[in-house]
């Protein structure tokens, strides 16, 4: 920390104008704010706080477009009750729960929103759900899917779009049995979020009589998985699955493919994203995968406007399961607030219990609704092959094999041990 | 605290402790109560480490340890043991400082950057902990259903539920803790450990036992460090195992800079400018942590001692 700062840059450029550009460069990036929309008197207001900084930036950046646009169409219609409504945006970064809280406090106790929508992150998605419970503010998680949420920390007032784990595996665990055997090898990530995938998973797959030849917990951030990786070829099973996420992921497959594992057993794994696999290296795109919502669904009605609207929104890029989430999310805040023709969060709630999202939003075969007593949306959950390019599309990276329904995967109310109380 | 001029000498901080008294009054106009108590408890923690960074000259970058093992001790004694605020604040207290002590012994014979460097590595021992072992802390997905609950004082009965209310605890805590950390860096051993600071050799020549006093300076910095944590963990009612992280620990050495690691009040200026910031900047761009690395950039450039250091100096001259 010594100064002389009368020193000249090596290149000629002193340091003074240096910090000077370097400093109009900062100011430029406060002086366009592009996050905030602009604020209006009398409006309802929907408050996301979702992470647009750190690992879940380019997820939250998919389901900021899709309320986006769900705002501007309800808008369009004319508001709700009557209202225009605006969306508050806040950055609840990726991975720091003091954050996501303090912008939750902001949004609820500053700006007064109707709603609250957030988060991908499940730790944070829960430190704001106990925000939202405390202050009685209507809350819709668009992408947060560790059980509990739906489950045993359940709230009157918290609303979940994406599937549970349990609900994932379920469905994946169905599909790889009807179509490639029952012995499955698990490789799994040595933390909550891999645990709690394995165990639903043997579940689920012990129920259609399948059986476990042997499980690998890696530890995470493992870059050589060589060793796992011949150990589940010795087991000989019929399925390897791979729960990794991220780099982890990347490195598992790719892996694997090196290997040539894909051509000897089948490989698979749960919840895959869009954004994931367009991240992957072609020849790593392998593999059985569920995906929560896809873009490429020919026959059903209102889906192919939809990926144009958005495409035009989001620089020709398709929606993702993401950004249908943060949709999804923004409409179900209209539709609560039409339903109770109220913005008072009970009568909103109560309206919530049970209620089919309508077609031209749900935007899938079977529908969605929010199951009564638990608050989980039960949507179609689409299991299916990913793929090395796309066909028609650069972005068609996933070849759905079957839709399935949530009500078939989603166990019964009892088996969530969501037991829900209600203000009185 | 450690002014030397005659006349201004109270001045600053009696302005200070106006200013954050009065803080609920005014702060709706631009921000919200909680934010006012972030900054104390951030602020604290950033005093904290600055007893031991600031007045001991021992750099440790493993502190959000303590301040997260403070949090969870809080968060853990509501959700398992007893529905009280005031035994959550001892215990995540206590729980934190007996780690440090225990630890200490190892590290205190360190200097520089291997003291830095294995206080991170004690820090994501306990992070890791914290991280797996899901049963009792939830794991990643952090500690829940619990919340602050009502102190009972015997004679009355304060209810936390209001930011207000628990702003002026936060506030409470925050004047028993900063007296205290006065008091013993005015005292004898807190002169002592300015010598160790300034020169160590000469400090262990005149017979002061230098790895005793840094360990002593590192448990007390510890301490201070998990009362902010379980503060921490009340504000928000929720705990994870990111205030473990060594990422956190960095953030606290950022705001001790950025307010000036010399002065006694100075990281409490650098947390407000750190969550200030952050909280307004965050909400208008996403490259927010572009320009809050760029103001710490700045001011270590040309205000090496920090705002407060830079301030103090203008005074002086």
Known sequence: MTRNAKTPGFVGIDRRSLLKVAAAAGVVQVASPFVRTARAADTVKIGLDNPLTGTYAALGKNELIGAQLAVEEINAKGGILGRQVELLVEDSTSGDAGAAVQKATKLIERDQVNFLVGNINSALAQAMAQVAAQHGVLHVIPGGHTDAITGENCHWNVFRVCNTTAMETSAVAGSLIKAYGKKFYYLTPDYAFGHTLQSTMEKSAAALGGSKLGADLTPLGTTDYSGYLIKAQAANPDVIIFFQAGNDAVNALKQAVQFGLHKKFHLAGAQQELEVLLGLPPEARVGTWVFEWYWNQPGVAGVAEFVDKIRRKSGGHVPTARTWFGYASAWTCALAAEGAKSLDPVKMAKVLQGFA?????????????????????????????????????????????EVVKGANVAGTLEETGCKMTWPT | MLNNGSLTRYAPSVIGWIVLVSLPEWINVVAYTDLGSRVVILGLAAMALNFLLGHTGVLSFGHAAYFGLGAYGAGLTLRYLAPSTGLAILVGTGVGMMAAMLIGPLIIRLRGVYFAMVTIAFGQIFYFIAFRWSTLTGGDDGLTNWSRQPINLGFATIDLKSPVAFYYLVLFVFAVATAIMAKLLNSPFGRSLLAIRENERRALFLGIPVNLRIWLSWTVSCGFASVAGAMYALLNNFVDPRTLHWSQSGAFVIMAVLGGMRSFWGPLIGAAIYVVLQDYLSSRTSNWMSLVGLVFVLVVLFFPRGVLGMLGRRTQA
Do not use: C, S, Y
Request: net charge negative; no cysteine; proline share 11%.
């Open chain 1, 357 to 401: 999202l309508p077609p031209e939003i749900a935007l899938m075969p079977n529908g969605a609704a929010f199951r009564a007593g638990q608050n989980q949306l039960i949507p179609d959950l689409f299991v299916g092959n990913a793929a090395e390019k796309g066909e028609k599309d650069p972005e068609d990276l996933f070849r759905v094999t």
